[in-house]
């Protein structure tokens, strides 16, 4: 019976209010992370070099890791050439393990081809470096970096 009475007690003390949900493990709903904006970052700037460059010479340039980017349908072979898939949904990251060896991929991409558009030439890695050490952590939603990414990649100065 004292038992009874304790467990009533405590209920009646409890609050009737659901509490809320913990948003993507405790992050806020807005939150950007530092390996989605560089992810994206490489996307765009590989998509560029298969526009700019030799898509022959960009797609061998990726060395061992080309495989990974195939398989997990990050790059398309089209019978225009080759195309960058921005669609995440679209990816078979299941394929070749997980999202980080999609992202070791995509560095040896951007790492062993130039960009060559935008004045002097540089590795695909100074230029995604070059955006990261200027822009990372200055925007608040994905939008504002793609826009950003956008701008940057085509030669602007990064400013949504």
């Known amino acids: 019976m004292a038992t009874l009475t ?3 007690a405590l209920t009646s003390c409890s609050t009737s209010e659901p509490e ?3 948003e993507r493990g405790g992050l806020p709903s ?3 992370s530092r390996s ?5 970052v490489m996307l765009h700037v590989l998509d560029r070099m298969l526009v700019e460059n030799d898509t022959e010479e960009v797609v061998d340039n990726i060395t061992g890791s080309r495989d990974k980017l195939f398989e997990a349908r990050v790059l398309q ?3 225009d050439g080759y195309t960058v898939e921005f669609d995440k949904d679209a990816w078979t990251t299941d394929e070749v393990g997980h999202i980080g060896r999609v992202d070791a991929a995509l560095v040896d991409a951007t790492d062993f081809n130039e960009v060559t558009w935008c004045g002097e030439t540089v590795t695909g890695e100074e230029f995604v470096d070059a955006y990261m ?3 990372w952590d200055t925007l608040d939603t994905n ?3 793609t826009a950003s990414i956008t701008d940057y990649v085509d030669c602007g100065d990064g400013r949504p």
Do not use: A, G
């Open 6 to 8: 304790m467990c009533t």
């Open 20 to 22: 809320p949900e913990p």
């Open 30 to 32: 807005d939150y950007v």
């Open 36 to 40: 989605w904006v560089k992810r994206e």
């Open 77 to 79: 072979e089209t019978e």
């Open 133 to 135: 050490d200027e822009f």
């Open 143 to 145: 939008e504002k970096y």
